[in-house]
């Protein structure tokens, strides 16, 4: 189990667990599909950049500060 910080392009898993410190984070995640169980692929995660996922059909950037908190396993 690492966080989505941690791996790297191309890699998939499943998202083990998700850390919220806010109601309004909750509720944007979910609403993105960022949920317990579903599987995420990173597109491209480069260190300078926000890092590039696909979960199911829809792909976004999401903060490095946010991806800290997404656990896959």
Known sequence: ?????????????KIDFVLYYGNNLFFRMNALGIRVGNEIK????????PIHIRISTTE?????????NI???
Do not use: C, H, Y
């Not at 189990?1 to 898993?13: A, D, N, R, Y």
């Not at 990173?42 to 950049?49: A, I």
């Not at 976004?60 to 800290?68: L, S, T, V």
């Open 71 to 73: 656990w896959i396993d």
């Open 60 to 68: 976004m950037f999401i903060r490095r500060k946010d991806a800290q």
């Open 42 to 49: 990173v597109l491209r995660n480069l260190w300078f950049f």
């Open 1 to 13: 189990m690492k966080p989505l910080t941690q791996m790297k392009s191309g890699e998939t898993g």
